[in-house]
């Protein structure tokens, strides 16, 4: 199998003014492109890891060869990450989360406003590149988390719900060294439907 790029669900230009369009194209044409190709890449010497679903594969790394298991790790975890980031992203969406995802929300971290400040905690204090997430175990027993460089919670046993990139490419042209301001405005731009709809899929 091989990695195809997705398509944004959206224009490059349909998150301004939280997130420019040149912010948008350049990490999605560049960034998540590269993540992508070096994928391919590393597993066209293994072509029975390309029998595999990406997910099994960022939640077994111990079962990864040792010549690609970083490249797996970090390429293959970019490019699942971004998906998932475009994904949970929308201009219009719902400004906040519905049906059983609220009461989960509610019942975990006791209101709307302390899961954002829990969620924007992790995302503002991971140091240097990495993202912060959402994410439920087994038991849909939800957990915010922060992950460096671009590790995955698949890798910890946890089923992301919602992302957010805080490498800095990913909100330095508008907010260059202001991580807290890209996080807080970010928080306008979650789609809250997708964000259930994976709550919801859990089994
Ligand atoms: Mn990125």
Not at 9 to 21: K, M, N, R, V
Not at 63 to 80: F, L, Q, T
Not at 121 to 143: I, P, Q, T, Y
Not at 168 to 176: C, D
């Amino acid at each position: 199998m091989t990695f195809i790029l997705p398509k944004l669900p959206y224009s490059y230009d349909a998150l301004e003014p939280i997130i420019d369009a040149k912010t948008m194209e350049i990490h999605h044409s560049k960034h998540h492109a590269t993540y992508t190709n070096n994928l391919n890449t590393a597993l066209e010497k293994h072509p029975k890891l390309q029998a595999k679903r990406l997910e099994e594969l960022l939640q077994n790394l111990d079962v990864v060869p040792e010549d690609v298991k970083m490249a797996v790790r970090n390429n293959g975890g970019g490019y699942y990450n971004h998906n998932l980031y475009w994904e949970v992203m929308t201009p219009a969406g719902l400004k906040q989360p519905q049906g059983k995802l609220s009461g989960e929300i509610d019942k975990k971290f006791g209101s709307l406003d302390k899961f954002r400040e829990l969620f924007s905690h992790e995302a503002v204090s991971r140091f240097g590149s990495g993202w912060a997430w959402l994410a439920a175990d087994d038991n849909k027993e939800l957990s915010v988390l922060s992950t460096p460089n671009q590790d995955s919670p698949l890798s910890t046993g946890l089923t992301p719900l919602l992302c957010i990139d805080v490498w800095e490419h990913a909100y330095y042209l508008n907010y260059q060294n202001r991580r807290a301001d890209y996080v807080k405005a970010w928080w306008e731009l979650i789609n809250w439907e997708v964000v259930l709809e994976k709550y919801s899929a859990l089994k």
